[in-house]
């Protein structure tokens, strides 16, 4: 079975290549791509190279498949798994299969580490130490993308899980947000933020009272608005608000008011900015836990934290790295469930801007970047399908399609593009 994918073989060199892949083993598992969602997490990697923890040192002779946030179809299926997997079952992978060897562990990723499965590639071999971690699973909800977006929407899910408060006389930490409580989600209005408010409001077992989205760019501010309403959130019980913090004059103070002056028992910060996490300190509770979500470059990055409310208000901070396979099952569910990760998605393309695009991820403005790797075509704003669409059917019927459901990418327009893609201009 040839592929064709982009493999990264050093520090900014991502070449798409076309090469055959081996005959799958009794403990492997053949599948093709349907789609993939870039990540910062992929530029980093690709920028670090060989200096990233989850890179091997030897990409340069045998290089490494970039893309861990991919759903498809499983084409073949080794001996030792067919009573558990079919071909023609729909997938998503959770890339984390971190395990355990020796005292350190292993942190080999796909998307990172292996030659032959990564989500910016058309076919891949599903290894065995995906299998044995119960790391490849089986989606049946609509389409393919929400699949792709199930290991971003995992990794909020994680945080918030992760998240702890303690009760007094007792060091017992209770993990998870607190329950009817009130919670901030600063620099919110990013794809992973926008995950984060459509899974807070979206929970059946737990949510907060009060819900504080904040970000200092009016327009993004707006656009989550439109997607995540202050109505649909008074719907399930919660108290939605979106702040400009620029136009605050005491940003800190103004934010406490909100509580009523007590503070916030859950701040998510999603930027890596000394300043927003100093924020986060600043406006939280008795008991309050900051969860630092955005994950720095800079390993010598750091921020100013109020120690003395960590004695005595007994203040936590916590940092999370992705979700683990119970949270990506737990993604999946709700998504069949009805949560559409489509808010999360700015911009559509094929395999042929993979190496462009995650080179210059930080400085492509929107969300999130979907890739279909069996397609060929520029990264395109959704946005800008109806202008494109005056001089190619194609963008014309995939805009109708998107304005159709509030200008959102949807289930009927993948089907449309991938039975219609013919190399788009």
Not at 128 to 149: E, H, N, T
Not at 169 to 188: F, N, Q, R, T
Not at 215 to 225: C, G, M, V, Y
Request: with cysteine.
């Amino acid at each position: 079975m040839k592929t064709k994918a982009v493999r990264l073989y050093g520090k900014k060199d991502l070449r798409i290549e076309e090469f055959e892949l081996p005959p799958i083993t009794e403990d492997e598992v053949l599948a093709k791509v349907v789609t993939d969602s870039l990540c910062m997490s992929s530029y980093k990697a690709a920028n670090q190279a060989t200096d990233h923890k989850r890179v091997p040192d030897d990409i340069a002779e045998s290089p490494i498949i970039i893309g861990h946030e991919f759903a498809g179809e499983i084409v073949e299926v080794g001996a030792n798994w067919t009573d558990k997997f079919k071909p023609g079952q729909k997938f998503s992978i959770q890339p984390a299969i971190y395990y355990e060897d020796g005292p350190v562990g292993v942190l080999s990723a796909p998307g990172y580490s292996y030659q032959h499965i990564g989500g910016d590639a058309t076919y891949v071999i599903i290894p065995k130490d995906v299998l044995v971690q119960d790391c490849l699973l089986a989606y049946d909800g609509p389409g393919f993308y929400p699949a792709s977006l199930a290991e971003p929407l995992s990794c909020v899910i994680g945080a918030m899980h992760a998240n702890y408060h303690t009760k007094a006389g007792s060091y017992v930490h209770d993990m998870e947000i607190v329950d009817g409580g009130k919670m901030a989600i600063l620099a919110g209005v990013g794809p992973m933020g926008l995950a984060a408010i459509n899974y807070a409001l979206r929970r059946e077992d737990r949510k907060p009272s009060l819900l504080v989205v904040t970000d200092i760019d009016q327009e993004r501010l707006d656009r989550a608005a439109s997607l995540y309403t202050v109505e649909f959130a008074k719907s399930r019980g919660i108290d939605l608000r979106y702040v400009n913090t620029s136009t605050m004059g005491d940003a800190v103070e103004d934010l406490r008011e909100l509580t009523g002056g007590d503070g916030y028992n859950d701040v998510f910060v999603f930027a890596p900015v000394p300043q927003v996490i100093e924020q986060g300190d600043a406006i939280l509770g008795f008991d309050g836990c900051l969860n630092f979500f955005a994950g720095p470059s800079n390993t010598d990055f750091s921020a100013k934290m109020n120690f003395y409310n960590v004695h005595y208000a007994y203040t936590h901070i916590v940092g999370t790295s992705g979700g683990n396979t119970y949270d990506m099952k737990e993604a999946l569910e709700i998504m069949t469930k009805g949560l559409d990760p489509a808010g999360l998605v700015t911009h559509i393309g094929g395999l042929n801007v993979v190496p462009e695009a995650t080179l210059d991820l930080p400085n492509i403005s929107g969300g999130k970047k979907l890739i279909y790797p069996h397609v060929e075509m520029p990264l395109t704003a959704i946005v800008d399908f109806k202008v494109l669409g005056r001089e190619n059917t194609v963008y014309a019927n995939l805009a109708k399609l998107c304005d159709k459901h509030n200008g959102l990418w949807n289930v009927e327009a993948e089907a449309y593009l991938i039975a219609n893609f013919a190399g788009l201009k």
